[in-house]
């Protein structure tokens, strides 16, 4: 060994010789060297790694270059972990002739597999970055290795086709890792690298020669490693083959290559990706990414664990025909459904379990139903609109004998959210309480919900006129839902005119909503006489609403439904005209015009009071 190795290093110089049939001569001697010599030679790894790095800079012949590759790939053969750790201490971007070597590395099955073996444990279970300061104030600084590793793995993807078929071999391992590392770089922040231009041929002239024996200067260049991490998952869709451009479009259309690298929604890019890929061929190696995720549930990082959680539950909408592989992530779901961080994705999955029909969301309708309430009357917004969205996909589906026990405490979980600021949740909340009117059809459940529908029927009439036109349609498409529960068929009759359509929005400032008002209270004055005190009342506490639009709305509908009701169903005993009429005077005082405006209009209508 210690004749060999000066023999390789002088080797690796003479790969520059100005006759190109010598310098491939010699790539050939090197590699053959190697090969039979090479288990002797792993102390001499760094000087042999560095001899080709400088050589292959500066090589300018097609064929010594194929050559000298080879020779390095032979050496790769016997010292894979060694050679990679000294390639990996090059800083990044990294130059063309390391990414040469790399991809060298890549076109060799016998190589590649351990590559990206190394390459996945340095991303997955290594330290990535390090922390420096408290509180909000904390800067997380991206380690080198992490990032050199993130550049090595998107540079032997750039192979394309080439690579296809080991991608399908190693699916789960590569889309983990690579989905794994955009939850990892969320928080990190760029970092600086010096790079050094390569030395000079020695083959240049004696001028150059002494210019090129100054030290070269450095150039700083900052890398982002959400970029780096966006670059894998380009590299990676284009080894899809034919599927490649369909999954890129996916990706595409809901703006995933953005959402991947915001610090804030990198979440929603996993999810779109896993979307994505999961829609075609590739959901047959879904059971293979949930075995190799599953243990990051329990990750070092936090993102870690939102990435593994935020793939399961777009996972679970795709388990229509994995009935074994749903059991395990409905399990995984409800088991992290403690950790704060966790909680919007295990929502999402559940409600996704309405993706595997009927006979799946019975089977876990009682812990989806247990899981999803609670946020209702949470503080978090966020997490209220994604139970709402779950429960509605859930309720157009459950067997209503799943429902029936806690369906009370279900309105009562939801009526809150009918008066929040957010117009989303608000709209939300109606969606939910009509998609109840299905499991309040049935027998067990019927007398209850025409309860809960009196109950909450003025106010999804008043925000039939909201400001906010998705909360207008979705109270007048639930009010079509449930009126046929309440023994009235002309008050269904009534609702199904162009004027209550949840596809129309009453215009501004016009009377469509005073017309479509003054025809529904006729209705419930004739059916329900007896509950027309509560509806007055509950109109009443309307007038104290944020919003001056409920106002004026509540002064319109209070006013008809009094001017219709009969002065012998006039119950003074649980209608307290002087309350009203208080009311609508305190009204009249409002800045507001309109609302003075509605308010003049009902008190005039109460005339005969």
Known sequence: VEDLVPLLIASLGALLDPQPKSQHGVAAILNTLIQKRGKELLPCVPDLVAGFLTATSLITVENTMEATQEAFCSLASFHLAAVLKIL????????????????????????????????ATNLNNSCLHEEKGSGAKIVYTP???????????AEILQLGDHFSGLVKEKFAQIFCTMILRIGTCAKAESRSFQ??????????????????????????????????ASEVVRQFVGCL???????SSAIDDENGWSLMEDKVKFADGVTT????????????????????????????????????????????????????????????????????????????GLGNVASSGAEAVDQYATTIVDALTPPLSGASEELAMESMDGLSKIFALVNESKVAPFLVNLCSQIRPSFEVESDKLRAAGYRVFGSLARVGNSPSCA????????????????????????????????????????????LVTLLEKKIYDPEINY???????????????????????????????????????????IKANSAVLCGNLLGN???EKRDPNTLNTTIVTRALINLLKEKNSEVRQKAAEATAILYNY
């Open 88 to 119: 990996l201490e090059e800083p990044v971007p990294h130059p063309d002739n390391l990414i040469k070597l790399l991809q060298a590395m890549g076109k060799r099955k016998e190589l590649v597999v351990d590559a990206l073996s190394i390459l």
């Open 143 to 153: 380690l080198p290795l992490s990032m050199t590793s993130t550049a090595a793995f």
């Open 195 to 228: 790079i050094v231009a390569p030395v000079a041929s020695p083959s240049t002239s004696s001028k150059d020669s002494k210019s090129s024996s100054k030290a070269p200067a450095a150039k700083s260049v900052s890398v982002s490693p959400a970029t780096q």
């Open 241 to 247: 083959g034919e599927q490649s451009n369909q999954v």
């Open 273 to 348: 990706i896993t979307r994505s890929v999961l829609s075609g061929p590739y959901l047959d190696y879904a059971e293979d990414i949930f075995n190799f995720l599953k243990p990051f549930v329990r990750g070092n990082y936090v993102e870690q664990r939102v990435v593994t959680l935020a793939v399961f539950a777009e996972m679970v909408a795709h388990c229509e025909k994995k009935p074994a592989l749903l059991e395990k992530l409905v399990f995984t779901l409800t088991e992290s459904l403690v950790d704060p961080m966790l909680k919007i994705h295990v929502l999402r």
């Open 447 to 490: 007398e209850r919900f025409v309860e809960q529908i009196h109950a909450v029927l003025p106010a999804i009439i008043l925000h039939s006129n909201d400001e906010n036109s998705e909360v207008q349609e979705a109270c007048k498409k639930t009010l079509r839902q449930v009126a046929p529960l309440l023994s009235a068929p002309s």
């Open 507 to 549: 215009p501004v400032g016009s009377a469509a909503y005073d017309h479509a008002v003054a025809d529904l209270a006729k209705e419930l004055v004739s059916n329900f006489p007896n509950r027309i005190s509560y509806y007055v009342m509950q109109c009443v506490e309307a007038f104290k609403s944020n919003w001056n639009r």
């Open 565 to 567: 009701l009969a002065p």
